[in-house]
């Protein structure tokens, strides 16, 4: 018995069988400038040797310490995949559209494992990004480690009570300025990476403004609660983080005090542009999955690729796809042109670009019928990556700030602040 128990384990891990893809034969990248493309061909090459054949555990993991996907980290490090973000000033690859690199990278590791993408999202571009802005010493403490892999990075916005609401009023995690530095109070809910990560940077109170800090998370009074338990996302690993009068040096300082919330509005909105990367490379892979059913599975004498209905739906998909990479390539541009806040195009990427993939998530699940609704099937093992998919999306519409609120930043910009407030 146990050793047909292995053997149905065996057969389960490589189960996971992915399409050829689409994309190539559809989208003429005319946008993408030289260095993008040759990171986009590098990046697919590595996401196809290390990551696929990850995807499905990483996705299936149970959400604890022990199953955050290490080996994957490690190897983006080794490939030097956190560099790209970054100026070679910082040790970084100096790229000359880092941006629109980075936004690649994310679609790309997106396509097979939407974790794994958005884990490279907040070390690379919120922790990272943030960290980039800091002095001399936090580069030398925590960017160069980050850009290593030596440590990972996590980033702190979200409070139980403040989340797309980031007024002053609404935040309660505070600093106290005390001789050497502050001391820091207060709790944090679904921050990213926590569980494992060597520091955060936080977003607090400061007296009569919002100060960043870059905070050592094995500092006396740091504590992280249990890993959150997630619908989808299970190796992008959340929870709790509270500061219990913690101590924070003044070197630890991230730009000028009270100025810490501009500085977190430009790393999300830099962000934005990377999740609405995410919602490509899930709509993408989705789209590949479900080209690939409809060509192959037959009903009532027919492929359901004959049918009118899914030509036509797919033609639709297809455009929708085409749209969401141009949006956020467009945003990623502006900001390698030196816009930080690439409005209205990085709202309109990131809502319009995650929206097509829980929309298309739902569909997909209906074109491969039963088994997209399930998790494994009992047969075989066997397992539909657009039910995977299914549970993942939906976080995409509401983190690094909901579509509601990209819409209003998207309203601000037509009707403008005396009138959107």
Not at 35 to 55: G, K, L, M, S, T
Not at 83 to 92: D, E, H, K
Not at 313 to 321: D, G, L, S, V
Request: with cysteine; glycine share 10%; aromatic share 8%.
């Amino acid at each position: 018995m146990m050793e047909r128990n292995a053997a149905r384990q065996d057969a389960r891990a490589g189960s996971q069988s992915w399409p050829a893809r689409k994309e190539p034969g559809l989208y003429n990248d005319w946008m993408s400038p030289a260095d993008v493309r040759e990171v986009r061909a590098e990046v697919r090459a590595f996401a196809e040797r290390v990551v696929a054949p990850r995807a499905r555990a990483i996705g299936d993991a149970e959400e604890c310490v022990d199953h955050f996907p290490h080996d994957v980290f490690q190897a983006m490090a080794a490939e030097g995949l956190f560099r790209i973000p970054f100026p070679a000033s910082v040790g970084g690859r100096g790229l000359e559209h880092p941006a629109a690199a980075t936004a690649a990278v994310i679609e790309e590791l997106s396509y097979y494992s939407a974790s794994v993408g958005a884990i490279y999202d907040v070390h690379c571009i919120l922790a990272g990004q943030a960290l980039a802005q800091g002095s001399d010493h936090l580069h030398r403490q925590y960017l160069t480690p980050l850009l290593e892999g030596r440590i990972v990075g996590s980033f702190a916005t979200t409070e139980p009570e403040a989340s797309t609401d980031l007024s002053l009023s609404s935040m309660v995690t505070e600093a106290v300025e005390v001789d050497g530095g502050f001391r820091v109070r207060g709790h944090k809910r679904f921050i990213t990476n926590s569980p494992v990560a060597g520091f955060v940077v936080l977003l607090c109170r400061d007296g009569q403004g919002m100060t960043e800090l870059v905070i050592d998370m094995s500092s006396a009074g740091v504590m992280v609660g249990r890993p959150d338990r997630k619908i989808g996302n299970n190796g992008q690993l959340t929870a709790d983080i509270h500061f219990d009068d913690v101590f924070v040096p003044a070197a630890n300082l991230l730009g000028k005090r009270g100025k810490g919330l501009r500085v977190a509005l430009q790393t999300l909105t830099y962000g934005r542009i990377g999740i609405a990367a995410a919602g490509t490379g899930l709509a993408q892979s989705l789209f590949d999955h479900c080209v690939d059913r409809l060509a192959t599975r037959r009903a009532f004498g027919k492929k359901l690729g004959q049918f009118q209905h899914w030509q036509f739906r797919m033609a639709e998909r297809a455009t929708a796809i085409e749209n969401a990479r141009n949006l956020y390539l467009k945003a990623a541009l502006r900001r390698d042109a030196g816009t930080v806040f690439p409005e209205p195009e990085a709202g309109m990427a990131k809502y319009y670009a995650t929206e097509l993939a829980g929309e298309f998530a739902r569909e997909a699940v209906q074109i491969f019928g039963g088994y997209g609704f399930l998790r494994e099937l009992g047969n075989d093992g066997s397992h539909a990556h657009v039910s995977e998919i299914y549970r993942d999306a939906k976080i995409a519409e509401i983190y690094e700030g909901t579509n509601e609120i990209q819409k209003w930043i998207i309203a601000r910009q037509i009707f403008g602040k005396e009138i959107t407030g």
